[in-house]
């Protein structure tokens, strides 16, 4: 079993930065992926971003390319996500997740979840 535990959400203005967090422990494999999805309320989950653990190769949604930065400290098992020039339609409740197969970004494959971690983007 792997348990994830997000960080960092909160309110901010249009335009503005966010950091989310989100460290893995219990049993995590050696070659895994860890990633971002989200969803709004109404909306399905998407994904925004994953990382590998081996080759560090990222994985983003056209949505959230060149604004999120996903990088990983895999010494410490945490996945974070940078977030600059924020919109209100990223405005969600952002959930952190891990598998040891897939690094897609189809919310379906992945086995482990978080709990979410809500963020709210004003204009």
């Known amino acids: 079993q792997v348990q994830l535990v997000e960080s960092g959400g909160g309110s901010v203005q249009a335009g503005g930065s966010l950091r989310l967090a989100c460290a893995a422990s219990?049993?995590?494999?050696?070659?895994?992926?860890m990633g971002w999805f989200r969803q709004a309320p109404g909306k399905e989950r998407e994904g925004v971003a994953s990382?590998?653990?081996?080759?560090?190769?990222?994985h983003y949604a056209n949505s959230v390319k060149g604004r999120f930065t996903i990088s990983r400290d895999n010494a410490k098992n945490t996945v974070y996500l940078q977030m600059y020039s924020l919109k209100p339609e990223d405005t969600a409740m952002y959930y952190c997740a891990y598998d040891h197969r897939v690094c897609l970004l189809d919310h379906s494959l992945w086995d482990y979840w978080g709990q979410g971690t809500q963020v709210t983007v004003s204009s």
């Open positions: 219990g049993y995590t494999h050696s070659q895994n992926c």
């Open positions: 990382i590998e653990s081996d080759s560090g190769a990222t």
